[in-house]
């Protein structure tokens, strides 16, 4: 088996797969959430 520390292809990949994630949930975190909590408190707050 190779040694995956210091593999500079490993350490990338890594990076490209945090840069994404950290996309994915900013996208959820500030579009996703506030149309499902407004949706949500129309439905149980009646406004």
Do not use: E, H
Request: glycine share 8%; hydrophobic share 35%.
């Amino acid at each position: 088996m190779k040694q995956i520390k210091g593999n500079k292809r490993v350490i990338r990949g890594w990076i490209m797969y945090d840069w994404a994630n950290s996309a994915y949930q900013l996208t959820v975190t500030s579009v996703v959430f506030p149309v499902y909590y407004q949706g949500s408190n129309k439905r149980y707050c009646g406004r």
